[in-house]
């Protein structure tokens, strides 16, 4: 890929790297090493995505090479064993800025020689890097927990050298707006999206699962992130006689919709994804102004906030190997994990899968691997998640629930007054993904 | 050279020239008066740095009268109509010499080549040094203009009037807060260019005004109250009271007072 | 020991050298007039009393204080007051206001503004308008009253007849000469009857120096000292 | 389409929301602005810290608020707490305001204004990391509202109240009295105490307050004190607004407008400010209502501003109420 | 150069102090465009606070090219031509800015410009023409993988291709620059020529009424120069080679989005930069955007270019650090608490005392010490040795 000849080498240990790891799949009982960058978001306000995503990889090696997950390490270098394989972690903050996670990788590719690539968790971060690195450099990525469906499903990302196991807008609106349309009385949405990526991404996957649901979608707007000015917006809805509202934002804006929805007297219900602890926390405080303490299963019902679609939340799966991982993450890092956690799991997971399938730490290698693989350790259950060979886009179960009010279990580890309840269903692995033969489907690999 | 019919400038209320009808030929006539009598405020009409509330200013050039009334001052200056100040208005931080090379430049058609270097124009810096040896400031060429005493600066503001080729050459209180040893350069400076080009010069003091001019024209509240050669405009009565002499109430400012400036009003440049 | 007293006062602007030792001394009580022409420095000196151009030579003092080195708010406080020759009236602020201002105790504002309407009866006619748009010679007895109303022991008055008509003049020449039963004054005018009137002692500057004084009533406007430094 | 939307905005119903909405806009960008007005009007120093000081105002004011409110405090006891925050902040940052002026503004004034702008806009940078620092060690968010604050508002303010046909937010309502009281005393602060009448004679003419026995030194620095102290208050009071909210990026979002304010209405005067502060909120209530129900190009709302700036710049370049610079000599 | 150094005994504190070489092309294109930004504000005194406009201009100009979506110039077209599109657009955009805006003085001339710059990042950022994602911003697509050339279009051998992953990599007397590295040297070299194309303009007569409008506009007016179209022109000029610096960015990055292209604090860092260098310099800006990036990327966090963190967290040990201050706070904590990510506080506090003791700046202060003639000889000498 890039010559080595032109590289600052300091140290003698990456110097031997390259050796070891073209040994590696040959000399048996020898420990082979690959480098994978790791790029997330390590501080400023959307560090706890970074958070859960990282945490998330790292408890998927630790669970492959059976240790107890690593300490936080920030951002910098960090090495983990499993089995006779050595990953070097190259972890880089992003910033949640496209620019500053396309200097990284163009660093971690050009000067520090990575096998592959590994996260991003905005759409649009994931996407620059799609564009301006992994295709130019011709080195593999394992994406997540960024979310835009656009980016496995759109000629102009999806490659062979782009994989996700993390789980996307489009299998959230396939798995939740579908439910919605089924099984409750809403028959005209509302749909409201970030003006990026991810937003869009959002309400073009709704939009489509809702109006062959038979849905009418009655009204749809953009506006910038981070918006508030949401009284007006909501009051739009309820007179263009919506029964059911999304909003495809992240914790920059949802916070401000839940507490205009939540404040305001609206007949129609807010649904979508199941959210990351911050926004529960918001919204849960907000509920508990609002509503009065303590919050109960029936004041929340009554909020019409809900049902949301979890793409994993950690008491949604009941089996051996997400019980080893809630508990080894808990004791880690002090809080559960929540949606973004399991998808790069199994990210990390199928990588391990996959250097011991193929015998070789090259990128070419690992991706070649991947293609069509199904993940055998991840938290949905033994083979939770296959990676579709059309896209390379991981299909995985997702379920269904209503927020209820924290129980006490939890109540450490989740820290916000209101989590994702039982299911209310679950949906089977290969009804969340965009079919191959869609017309949303642009990709065909 | 250049005439007025009718000027006339209003401030508000205040008439700070009032209907003057004036001509200048080849020669050096003063203008006196009291403080705030208008002296300066004609001098912005004359180079459109005001435009007047009546009347007209006319310049000639080859033989025919222009009507430059409400021309803009940059087109007023290259029409030949140049001046210096009574408050020292130089570029600061530039030498001496660029001061007057940039005036030298600003005539010619080169002012606005971009691509060549100025050095490449000689003619330009030769001028200027020409005109800073005239008026006897060859020795400061290369300091900042800042770094200049008052009477030397009240020097290079003649000299950047000077550097513009000027058709009509408008002095305003060149002496003003020069000290008594300078003034005398000054004078001469005065004499010797009043050989060269037409001047109308603004002095209060009288030891130059009465010796140095072929004219002298007295202004009083904006009006002109007396024009003629300095011996008559001396004897008469009027301007004995109204400036020479006695004190008559009506003259509304002091020359200090453009001096005096307020911080406060400085507007940022930068 | 005088009141004020100047001693080799040397004072610039920038570079130019304004006053070049100046000499001279008021007692308690007295008027004096300091005349010369044009841009002798009279001004300068009074700003220089004032510490708004402070010498940079010379000793000033006050009350066997020296001044040299004090704000111009201490200087004021210390009752010197200023009737400045360019009015430096505040234009945005009312009549009233700007005689408030010129009021330090709070106490003293209703005698200060008596005072000031009793001088000028059109002051109190304009109390409310704002003195930027007062006629120019309103604006300066507005400034004459605003260095009577303060509590001053010492006036420095800057040429205080200057624009008005003649009228007016005798009004001002009435405060000032009022005015000066119970305070000391430094007056520059160049109204010569006007100021030999009030005055009882006289300096003569030129080009920085004192260079005559005398008893204003030995002399009268036509004395060949005067014309000497005052006219062409 | 356009006509029929129009219509609809003409109705007494639309029209007086978007008209009570511009006015508590108004309200607060006349909060946000009067601060820096102030500071310019007299000492000429554009201020490009004040956007920082206004986060720096909404997290002490947030502050102050989380550590008195708990959830059963009624609402009339946050009320009363959150006038007392407001004054509180509006006396620490005093202080600060006035610590800053005279160990590094001070020493400026006789230097080209642009140094002060450059300064100030050194000391944003200074703060802003200071708050990220303090926030990452409470583990507050440093991009997003602090919703702990947002939540000591009283139920209350967040419900709608109907004026006749008009349906108008409490909190609107609140922050029209929080800007009137706000306009009034500074306007009273200018024009009836002794010290107002020594500013503004200070800020016409130095040489002469001073020789009037008014010590302009320290009136500038009272001033500037004065200036940081209503932008800290304008922070406390957006802290309640879901619109801002206390985040460190509050101090670009209110400098931008607070700049736009005081130029429209013309560069120190407080008059042009106010005039100004209720032409921009109408402008942005009016726009509001568009983008909601009109036009979907996102950027509407950030691009109002702009405009207003452009437009009456190119009308008026002085602004509305500035003063035309006097001829040359 | 800078591999001996790395290679010396004091490497470590070499590459702690050191830039990277991505970190300097970023000095070189940025430096650029701060230099254009002193080239108006430096040298007429009127602050054009929305100068960014220009620079994103020019690199959406390239990108746009590359990705076909501009009429009549496909995605083959060369990159110097590229550069020079985006200059001349950028030249009609100052033009119909500056006649307005030129009505102004002051503080509202830069308030306009950075109104109407304001106005086009917004616009910008909502077009969908330009990106899928226009608040993204657009990058550099299939149409175009290749690298962008510099150097004499069409002519092969005389070209070479930048980007830290599609540059060409050129074997030089037995050591081998990588893309980066011919990167820097390339888009050096169009930065030089720039500077000294702007150089030439402020030495030329034109340049000299620019400096005489920043002394004193009123008598510039008085001797007879219309300094309206002056200033104009001036503009345009200064737009033109922001625009060359934008489009040399985006060719190096191959993307670009509004933040750091049209945004108003785009053309703060230009500011910071002229101050820190010394302000109507020309290539003092330079220096100063050098000795920002150096300050930032010293204090920058771990693996993103070396640094104070990592360099202290070797020196101190694993066991120092872990030590304890006071409750729970150990040296690590404060280290990083302080450090990690705040390089912003640091070049804040570095501006302040500049704008409080060195007024002039980095090279201002330097031409005053070491005499005027200096400055117009040594520039070419320190750039050749910059790295
Ligand atoms: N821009 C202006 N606005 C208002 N009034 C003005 C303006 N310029 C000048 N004046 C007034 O017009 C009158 C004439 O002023 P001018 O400067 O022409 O006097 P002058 O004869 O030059 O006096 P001096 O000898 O003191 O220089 C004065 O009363 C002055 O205050
Ligand atoms: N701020 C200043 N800077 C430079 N020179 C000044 C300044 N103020 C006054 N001067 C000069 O100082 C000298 C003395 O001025 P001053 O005002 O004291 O004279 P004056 O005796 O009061 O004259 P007038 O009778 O005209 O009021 C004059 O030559 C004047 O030009
Ligand atoms: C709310 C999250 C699922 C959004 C995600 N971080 C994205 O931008 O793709
Ligand atoms: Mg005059
Ligand atoms: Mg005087």
Known sequence: VSDDSSMTEQDDSDGGMTDSSTNGGSGGGSTQTVSIGVLQPRAGDLKYYGDQALWGFLSGLAYKGETDPPADPGSGELTITAGDTEYRLLIRDTEFSADTAQTAATNLVENEDVDMLAGCASSAVASRVVTTVVNQAQVPIMLGPAASADITSNAETCSDLVYRASENTAMDARSGGKYVARETDVSSVYLFGADYSFGRAVVNNYRDVLESEGVDIVGERFVEQGYAEWEGLLDNAEEAGAEGVVGGFTVATLPAMFNAFLSGEYSYRVFGGFATRITNSVVGGTMQSVLGEPLTEEKIRNSRLGPFTTRYHWNQYDNPINDAFVESYTNAYGVVPDLFTAGTFTGASAIHQAIQESGSTEGADIADALKGMTVTDTPKGENGYTFQEYNNQARSAMTVANPIPTTDEWADNWGAAIMPGEPLARIGADETTIPQDSDQMGCSL | MLRTQGLTKEFGGLVAVDSVDFELDAELCSLIGPNGAGKTTFFNLLTGSLSPTEGTVELRRNGTWEDITNVSPHETASKGIHRSYQVTNVFPNSTVLENVRVAEQAHSDDATTFWRNVDRYEEFTERAWAILDRVGLSHRAEDLASTLSHGAKRKLEVAIALAGDPAVLLLDEPNAGVSSESVDEIRDLIEAVAEDYPVLLVEHNMDIVMGVSDRVVVLHQGAVIADGPPADVRANPDVQSAYLGGYEPGSLDDDTTAVGSDPDSEEGTA | MSLLELDGVHTYYGDSHILEGVDLSVEAGEVVALAGRNGVGKTTTLRTILQLTPPREGSITFRDESLVGLETHEVASRGVGWIPEDRRIFGQLTVEENLRAAIPDPDDVASGLQLAFDSFPILEERRGQDAGTLSGGQQQMLAIARGLVGDNDLLLVDEPSEGLAPQIVADVAEALSKASEDMTMLLVEQNLPLALDLADRFYILDKGRVVDDGDTAAVTADDERFRRYLSA | MILEALAEFLTLGELGGVIVNGLAKSALYVMIASGLTLIFGLMGVLNFAHGSLTMVGAYLGGLLMVVTVTGGTAPITRLGLFFIAIVVVFALLTVLGGAIETTIIRPLYDRPPIYQILLTFGLTLVIEEIVRIVLGIYDLQPLSDWQAALATKPQFLREPVALGPVSAGWLSLFQILLGTITVVSIWAFLTKTRYGLYIRAGSEDTEMASALGIDVRQVFTVVFALGIGLAGAAGTLLMWDPTWGASVPLAAETLLPAFIVVIVGGLGTFRGTVVAALVVGMADAVTTWWFQNVIEFTGLPELVLFLVLVVTLIVRPQGLFGVEEVGGH | ?387
């Open chain 5, 1 to 387: 150069m800078y591999h001996t150094l790395l290679n010396s005994p004091v490497s470590a504190e070499t590459q702690m102090l050191l830039p990277t070489v991505e970190t300097m092309v970023g000095v070189l294109y940025f430096g650029l465009f701060a230099i254009s930004f002193d080239f108006i504000s430096g040298y007429t005194g009127y602050l054009s606070f929305g100068h960014a406009v220009f620079y994103g201009t020019g690199a959406y100009t390239v990108i746009l090219i590359a990705n076909g979506k501009l009429p009549l110039l496909g995605p083959g077209t060369p990159f110097m031509l590229s550069l020079l599109v985006g200059g001349l657009i950028a030249i009609a955009l100052a033009i119909l800015v500056g006649l307005v805006s030129f009505r102004l003085s002051g503080v509202y001339f830069a308030m306009i410009t950075l109104g109407f710059a304001q106005v086009f990042y917004v616009f910008v950022r909502g077009w969908d023409y330009v990106a899928t994602n226009p608040r993204d911003g657009p990058a550099v697509g299939p149409s175009h993988a290749e690298g962008f050339q510099i150097g004499a279009p069409g002519i092969d051998q005389l070209s070479l291709s930048i980007g830290v992953l599609t540059g060409d990599e050129v074997a030089l007397l037995g050591s081998t620059l990588s893309g980066t590295e011919v990167s820097y040297y390339m888009i050096g070299l169009v930065v030089l020529v720039c500077y000294f194309a702007m150089q030439r303009v402020i030495h030329s007569p034109f340049g000299r009424v620019m400096i005489a409008v920043r002394e004193n506009e009123e008598r510039a007016v008085a001797i007879g120069y219309n300094t309206y179209l002056y200033k104009l022109g001036a503009f345009a000029i200064s737009g033109f080679f922001a625009a060359v610096a934008g489009g040399l960015f985006a060719g190096f990055k191959r993307s670009a989005s509004p933040e750091n292209s049209f945004y108003f604090l785009v053309t703060g860092d230009a500011l910071l930069a002229s101050i820190i260098g010394g302000f109507g310099t020309l290539a003092g800006s330079l220096y100063g955007h050098l000795f920002d990036e150096t300050v930032r990327e010293f204090l920058s966090k771990a693996g993103q270019g070396g640094g104070l963190l990592p360099y202290l967290r070797a020196l101190l040990g694993q066991e120092t650090l872990d030590a304890t201050l006071v409750g729970e706070t150990t040296i690590g904590g404060l280290i990083d608490l302080l450090l990690n990510g705040h390089a912003s506080l640091y070049v804040g506090l570095v501006f302040v005392l500049f704008v409080l003791y060195v007024p002039d700046g980095l090279l201002g202060t330097l031409r005053a010490r070491v005499g005027g003639t200096f400055a117009d000889a040594l520039p070419a000498k320190l750039w050749g040795d910059s790295e």
